[in-house]
């Protein structure tokens, strides 16, 4: 695992409802092996978060920004500061409005959030973006995420490439993520397989993604952090199936 894989917290978010399940959640997290995580799905207080981490040895990497509101356009200080006191670098957002999903939206995305981006980038910090299924959708000709990565800065905007949502986009993930090279500072690690005819998420090793060709793709293109994520394990322990994943990728 030459790109530190961390545990995306979305996959534990039932498990997170209180802080006493936050600390049992984080120590069984750490006990599994992992040091970084995203955290996503779950509210906080951000200075005892913080504390609750470094007395784990668990380094915060990532965020899906919390509301009420939007608060990358409405409040980007206080995310800022948030941020700051986490020890966090990278400011995520998990997609955007359905105001964006048209013909135009994607470029109207961009100058929408661009203050907020600059805002970011000035106080050390980047903005990444995360896709899901729909933005390989093609208007008037071009794919959304193409317009995204073309038409952006990328002093001011990463991606966080999600495999499973790639996949289910219609792309060959490995092909696309090496075209992108210095563009993915994090990407989700997410299995993708079928069942009854259905693809479903599934633990990193046990799904169809073809995981050699994958990681060196994402080391190609010189991504920083990666997150395993499965947004539903199907009535399975997700703290079993996280560890499934770690051992496959600890080989």
């Known amino acids: 695992m030459s790109i530190p ?13 209180t802080p006493q399940e936050i600390e049992e959640t984080l120590a069984r997290v750490a006990e599994i092996g992992y040091t970084t995580i995203q955290c996503s799905g ?13 007395r784990l040895g668990l380094k915060i990497r990532l965020t899906h920004v919390r509301g009420p509101g939007n608060r990358i356009l409405d409040d980007i200080q206080g995310v800022i500061e948030e941020h700051k006191i986490l020890g966090c670098p990278n400011v995520g957002v998990g997609g955007m ?13 961009l100058k929408d959030y ?6 970011l980038r000035d106080a050390g910090q980047k903005f990444q973006y995360h896709n899901h299924a729909w933005e390989f959708e093609r208007f008037d000709g071009e794919r959304f995420f193409d317009i995204l990565v073309n038409e952006s800065d990328p002093a001011l905007l990463g991606f966080t490439l999600d495999t499973y949502w790639a996949q289910h986009g219609g792309m060959d993930v490995a092909d696309l993520v090496r075209g992108m090279k210095g563009r993915i500072d994090v990407c989700h690690y997410k299995d993708y397989t079928v069942v009854d005819g259905q693809p479903r998420f599934a633990a990193i090793g046990d799904g169809n993604m073809n995981w050699p060709s994958l990681l060196a793709a994402f080391e190609e293109a010189g991504c920083k952090y990666a997150f395993i994520e499965q947004d ?13 994943s770690w051992r496959f990728l600890a080989g």
């Not at 894989?5 to 409802?17: E, N, W």
């Not at 779950?42 to 470094?54: E, T």
């Not at 539903?232 to 499934?244: M, Q, T």
């Open 42 to 54: 779950f509210a906080f207080d951000a200075p005892w978060l913080r504390a609750l981490c470094d």
């Open 5 to 17: 894989v961390g545990a995306q917290l979305y996959t534990l978010r039932r498990q997170m409802q």
């Open 97 to 109: 409005g359905a105001q964006y999903r048209c013909a135009g939206g994607a470029k109207q995305f």
């Open 232 to 244: 539903d394990c199907y009535g399975k322990d997700p703290f079993d199936e996280l560890a499934r």
């Open 114 to 119: 661009e203050p907020s981006m600059k805002a």
